[in-house]
């Protein structure tokens, strides 16, 4: 009996200094890993990617484990002045501002202020029924999904254009076909979003995301371009294939100041641009990124529940690929389903993208660059999320799989 006890006694040591040797050279491996700056040849390859597209600048932020694992800024701030492009410059980041709208909406909604069944006309204060279909409500959900049947033809920086008191040809922001049935991207919906925000919370649509997500989670960013540092905003450039030459969009960060001075709550939100307006880091956006990775929380704040966060990444449609402000795509990663949004507006592209079983994911902003598509993405941001995926994110999966695993301790 004794020498049995012995010999486990033994075997427990030998098992636990293997499970010490193996927990510290994991932490050795993954302190190396997050303080890396990425090999040279990767950094060389997205280099030579930006020649070859004609890019200004492109900032990188990878996610891996759930942690913020790198960041690296190249190219170009501004070309005419050669600023070099840091990890603190703010991007107008385009279409990827939706998903604040919708992630503010779902606060209200579990504050009970909201459903998302509700009827946007009646949010709104002015009729917004399709003509073809005016038996059919138009929801808020409809709104965030895209399934509204609303279009852009007649313009969205004015709620004006869909409000037939003020704009005969109303009927024109209608499609063809019932209301909640069809896919169709839309930045009407998300000014109309924007402004449901405003007047149901009280406070004002930039100073709402300020508050309820950007400052819980400690991110510098916002809406409303005068509440910002211009110094940080990285200038914007339009790509023309024909002179292959990349011209300022200082439109970009104008300031409206006349319009907010003469501000109607309630109705002229679309001056912030809920649909696209967001002034943000690749750095801060990687964080707000992990926060829907995590399914609603970020370092113990928690924005909006587990169940809310599932409802904005699962698909509104049965056979679509889109949730609430949030798309699914499982074609930018081989044998991965990924969760984002892209953006375009002003000669940028911006891409945010996770995993959130994995819990990996990379945010993508050029400044400027050929925006020719390929597969479906503009091909400079395709092909760098691709080699940040097999350069950062699976090769350290591929090491830490033989780190101690049940199988080769057995």
Known sequence: MAQQGERKMTSMRTSSLL?????????LFWGSWASAEGSPQFEETIRQMMEKHH??????AVVKNGELAYTRSFGHKDLET???LSDGNIFRIASISKSFSATSVMQLVEKGKLNLSDSVGDLVGFPVRNPKFPETAITLAMLLSHTSSLNDKEGYFRLD????AENKNAGNCYNDYRPGTKFLYCNLNFNLVGTIIERVSGERFDQYVKKHILDPLQLDGGYHVGALDASRFATLYSFDA???KLTPSPEAYAPRTEEIDHYQFGYSTPVFSPTGGMK???KDLARYMTMHMNYGELGGVRIISEASSITMQEPFLPSGRYGLALMIKKDLIPGKTLIGHTGSAYGLYSMMFFEPKEKFGFVLITNGCDGAKSEG????????????????????REETGTFCSEDSEK
């Not at 499970?19 to 932490?27: M, N, S």
């Not at 890019?55 to 990188?60: C, D, I, R, T, Y």
């Not at 254009?161 to 037939?164: A, D, I, L």
Request: net charge negative; glycine share 6%; aromatic share 6%.
């Open 55 to 60: 890019a200004a600048g492109l900032a990188v």
């Open 377 to 396: 993405y503009v091909a400079l941001l395709r092909d760098a999320a691709r080699l940040a995926y097999e350069e950062l994110v699976q090769e350290g």
């Open 280 to 282: 943000i880091s690749a």
């Open 82 to 84: 050669s600023t070099p």
């Open 242 to 244: 024909k002179q292959i």
């Open 19 to 27: 499970v010490f040797g193996c927990l510290l050279t994991t932490v």
């Open 161 to 164: 254009v869909v409000n037939p």
